[in-house]
């Protein structure tokens, strides 16, 4: 992104009006997500939700939350300290085309996009506890057309996609598709609605689902009114993107979730009518993608952030100035923020059903799913304090928020158990992290007829190799580097080639969307 570094550090708000579009991505740190699990306290708030989420952000989750609850947490994974916001959004699974077999996919890393739209409105923090949905979870039917459409003066919203990005094997849609039996590509290379039917194996740039949020909230709606509280900005002819009149102007958050599919690369069939990637909720058309978001941030550190940072993809840690500071490689804390799932319910490795027994949908309505038991759950979990920080996998440095590889660990098991404590649930044990250097190539695939505990030991996906042989990957676009090895490489290497591409990628995708950034 052709943003120059000492930008993350300039003014670009001057009074009312936000004059030239500025944007800052949120970067998480740590030993993968914050927490998966079927909580949802923005639609289901009090009960157990009916589909697992993958979940980042502050650790005063729970399955209730009121307007200051997010800002009790003790810790985060966000990398900016006042944010003690929640994001999340539906879990993918993979089902096996040879005995429809669930499997979890590992999240890859999560970024959330901070655009802050050139506008003739103020631009203002998001009050604490607000919260809000984009996308529908039970939509099965294509949109009419694959293009995004966030303009709400000009028709049906259409906020979400899927990018599948190919080193090989493109097209990953259809040229010709309906969306009916696989989704449709957008104009845009790389890029449509609805899952693709091709492999995504594009260099450190798997899967990724996108969603799109309103930018525009009403007061008179209140804060957890999610169905009625937002609406989306109107372009005035002149490039600037305003609310409706009565609305506050808040900033447009675009969530990316990429997905470690390349780990079931080979065990189906590509370019058919079919593909084996399913949504939490049952979806296997990828219509029904959706996410939420409850705001614990501290009002001045965003308002600060509205105002001075604009980063780019570089990362709004690298924004000095920041009221409560960030949390950096150098800075970073020695034990990851994580919640223990409080349902007793098993939601990875080898399942019969999906959690929450939803059925597979793809139109109509399907059979329900039989002999589904009804787990136990702590619903008290996600006070202060309970989310309490844990200790960092021996041989993990800073991971950004995929998947980070200890150094050992003893053989998994795959047997399958609910522990008969609600407060945490036994789960069929996940297979070993890689403990040797993996290809630098595409991963390789799952060992046996089908991913029956996908592999034995799953490569991370992509990397490359520094002058003494350890593997070092890089997750996010920032400067800050994940390996699988205690030993970093060494200060002033050339940057590997890897994350030129990377970074190339981010300049499209975003170039694209139309955003006016430069």
């Not at 050992?408 to 407060?423: I, N, V």
């Not at 290497?493 to 969307?513: F, I, V």
């Amino acid at each position: 992104m052709a943003v120059a570094a000492a930008a993350a550090m300039l003014p670009t708000a001057l009074g009312a009006g936000h004059t030239k579009s500025t944007f800052a991505v949120l970067h998480f740190w740590g030993d993968g997500p914050l927490l998966e699990s079927r909580m949802d306290p923005v639609v289901d708030p009090s009960k157990i939700s009916g589909h697992v989420h993958t979940i980042q952000g502050g650790d005063a989750f729970s399955f209730n939350m009121s307007s200051d609850f997010a800002s009790k947490a003790t810790c985060t994974t966000s990398r900016i300290v006042k944010d003690l916001s929640n994001y999340w959004a539906p879990k993918l699974y993979f089902q096996s085309p040879d005995n429809g077999t669930f499997y979890d996919v590992p999240l890859y890393y999560m970024n959330v996009y901070y655009f802050f739209d050139q506008t003739t409105d103020e631009i203002v923090p998001f009050e604490p506890g607000f919260r809000m949905v984009s996308g529908v979870s039970g939509k099965r039917d294509p949109p009419k057309s694959a293009e995004l459409q966030l303009d709400g003066s000009k028709g049906e919203i259409q906020p979400i996609s899927w990018t599948c990005p190919q080193n090989t094997d493109k097209p990953a849609w259809p040229t010709n598709s309906n969306g009916i039996k696989i989704g449709m590509a957008a104009k845009a290379g790389g890029e449509g609605v609805g899952f693709p039917n091709k492999n995504c194996d594009g260099t450190y740039s798997p899967l990724r689902s996108n969603i799109h949020f309103p930018s525009c909230y009403s007061k008179a709606a209140g804060l957890t009114d999610y169905k009625n509280n937002t609406a989306w900005p109107s372009d005035d002819g002149k490039g600037n993107m305003n609310c409706p009149k009565g609305y506050d102007h808040v900033p447009h958050l675009f969530y990316e979730l990429y997905w470690n599919t390349p780990l079931f690369a080979g065990q189906w069939k590509t370019g058919g009518d079919s593909q084996p990637f399913v949504l939490a909720n049952g979806d296997p058309t990828g219509y029904g993608l959706h996410a939420d978001f409850i705001s614990g941030w501290d009002k001045d550190a965003l308002k600060w952030t509205i105002d001075n940072c604009n980063a780019g993809d570089i990362g709004m840690e690298t924004c000095t100035g920041i009221p409560g500071g960030t949390i950096t490689g150098g800075k970073q804390p020695a034990k990851t923020c994580k919640l223990d799932n409080p349902i007793a319910e098993p939601i990875k490795g080898a399942l019969k059903n999906l959690p929450g027994c939803n059925p597979v949908v793809s139109s109509g309505t399907a059979a329900a799913v039989t002999d589904c038991p009804t787990p136990s759950a702590n619903m008290n979990m996600g006070a202060a304090g309970t989310g309490s920080p844990v200790a960092q996998p021996t041989g993990s440095t800073d991971s950004g928020n995929g998947n980070s590889s200890p150094s050992g660990g003893s053989s998994p098991s795959t047997s399958a158990s609910a522990s008969s404590s609600a407060g945490k649930a036994s789960e069929p044990a996940q297979p070993n992290k890689p403990t040797a250097k993996p290809s630098a190539a595409k991963p390789s695939n799952p060992a046996g007829n089908g991913p029956a505990s996908p592999a034995n030991t799953p490569p991370a996906y992509g990397g490359s190799s520094n002058d003494d042989g350890n593997v070092v990957y890089l997750t996010h676009t920032t400067l800050i580097q994940k390996t699988h090895v205690v030993t970093m490489p060494a200060p002033g290497a050339a940057t590997p080639p890897a994350y030129k591409e990377r970074r190339g990628h981010q300049h499209q995708h975003l170039h694209r969307r139309g955003h006016g950034i430069n």
